[in-house]
C-alpha cells in the first residue's frame, strides 16, 4: 500500500505541474502577441529611419563628398577594443533561448582575443550577467530589468553611454548580439555593427527623388543628431525583438513541458494501476490461504 500511495502522490504531483507548465504557456502567448504586435509597428519605424540615413547619406555623397567623413562611420580593420552589447532574458523556463546567445557572444569573444583584440562587455538581462559573473568574466557594465520590460528612454541611456564611449575613442567597435523572434516556433540570433555604421547597409548610389535638401555646411550635425536616434532605435529594437523571441521560446518549453507530464502521468497511471491489481492478488491469496488452513 505504501507504494500504491507513493505513485498516487507523484501522479498528483506531476499533474499539478503540467497546469502550471500549460498556465505558463497560456500567458507567454498572450505576452507575444502584444509584443509581436510592438515588434511589427517598430519595424516599420525603424525601416523608415534607416531610409531617411540612406537619403542624407546619398545627398552628402552627391555634393562633393567621396566617402562620409565622420567619426560614426570611420572604420577600423583592426580594432584594438571591442564592445559586446548582447541581451538574454531576466527569467528562466525558456529552453535554450539564453544559451544561445551566451554561446554566440562567448564564440566572439575567443575569436577577437585570438587577434589580440581587448573585449568589453556590456551585459543586458539577469541570465548573462550571472553565467559571466559565475564564469568570472568581467562585465562592463550591466542592467537588469530593462530585456523583460523594454523603455526607449532607459534603452537609449544605455547605448548613448556606449556611443560616447566610441567617440572619444575607447573602443574602435560595438557589436549588439541577441536572439531575435521569426515566428512562432523558431528564433535565431542576430549580431548587429551598431558602430561605425557599416557604409554597405547603406544605399548610397540609389536614386533619390524626393524633396529633402541638405546643406553640404551641416552634414557633421545631422549626421550625428541622425546616428544616435538610428543607433538607439536599433538598440530598443533589438530589445523588442529578444522580448518576443523569449515568450515564443517559454511557450515552445512549456508546450513540451506540458506534454511530457501528461505523458509521465500516463506512465504513472499504468504503474499505479498493475500494482493495485498486485496488491488486489496478494490479498485474494491470502484470504484463501487462510481459508485453506481452517479448514
Same mark, same amino acid.
Given at each position: ?154 534603452? #537609449?541611456?544605455?547605448?548613448? *553611454? ?7 575613442? $575607447? %573602443?574602435?567597435?560595438?557589436? &549588439? @548580439? ?27 548610389? #540609389?536614386?533619390?527623388?524626393? *524633396? ?7 552634414? $557633421? %550635425?545631422?549626421?550625428?543628431? &541622425? @546616428? ?27 508546450? #513540451? ?39
Amino acid at each position: 500500500m505504501a507504494n500504491l500511495k507513493e505513485i498516487k502522490r507523484k501522479i498528483g504531483s506531476v499533474k499539478n505541474t503540467a497546469k502550471t507548465t500549460n498556465a505558463m504557456k497560456l500567458v507567454s502567448s498572450a505576452k507575444l502577441k502584444r509584443t509581436e504586435e510592438l515588434a511589427k509597428r517598430s519595424r516599420v519605424y525603424a525601416g523608415k529611419l534607416t531610409e531617411l540615413l540612406n537619403e542624407i547619406a546619398h545627398k552628402l555623397q552627391k555634393a562633393g563628398k567621396e566617402s562620409l567623413d565622420n567619426v560614426y562611420f570611420k572604420e577600423v580593420s583592426r580594432p584594438n577594443v571591442v564592445d559586446i552589447v548582447f541581451i538574454t532574458a531576466d527569467k528562466g523556463l525558456c529552453g535554450g533561448f539564453n544559451a544561445q546567445t551566451i554561446k554566440r557572444v562567448s564564440q566572439l569573444i575567443e575569436s577577437y582575443k585570438a587577434d589580440g583584440t581587448k573585449i568589453r562587455l556590456r551585459a543586458i538581462g539577469r541570465k548573462g550577467i550571472d553565467y559571466f559573473k559565475f564564469n568570472n568574466v568581467e562585465l562592463n557594465d550591466e542592467i537588469v530589468g530593462l530585456s523583460s520590460a523594454p523603455d526607449y528612454a532607459k534603452a #537609449a541611456e544605455f547605448i548613448n *553611454e556606449v556611443a560616447q564611449s566610441y567617440v572619444n575613442g $575607447d %573602443t574602435d567597435k560595438v557589436i &549588439l @548580439v541577441h536572439n531575435g523572434y521569426v515566428n512562432m516556433i523558431s528564433q535565431e540570433i542576430r549580431e548587429d555593427q551598431v558602430l561605425p555604421v557599416d557604409p554597405s547597409k547603406l544605399e548610397l548610389s #540609389a536614386v533619390s527623388t524626393s *524633396e529633402l535638401e541638405v546643406e553640404p555646411d551641416d552634414d $557633421d %550635425t545631422l549626421l550625428e543628431a &541622425l @546616428v544616435k536616434r538610428y543607433i538607439e532605435y536599433t538598440m530598443y529594437y533589438s530589445l523588442i525583438d529578444s522580448l518576443a523571441a523569449e515568450h515564443s521560446a517559454r511557450m515552445q518549453a512549456m508546450d #513540451a513541458a506540458t506534454k511530457n507530464a501528461k505523458e509521465m502521468v500516463k506512465t504513472l497511471t499504468v504503474a499505479y494501476n498493475k500494482a493495485r491489481q498486485e496488491a488486489i492478488t496478494t490479498e485474494l491469496i491470502e484470504i484463501i490461504s487462510g481459508m485453506e488452513s481452517m479448514k
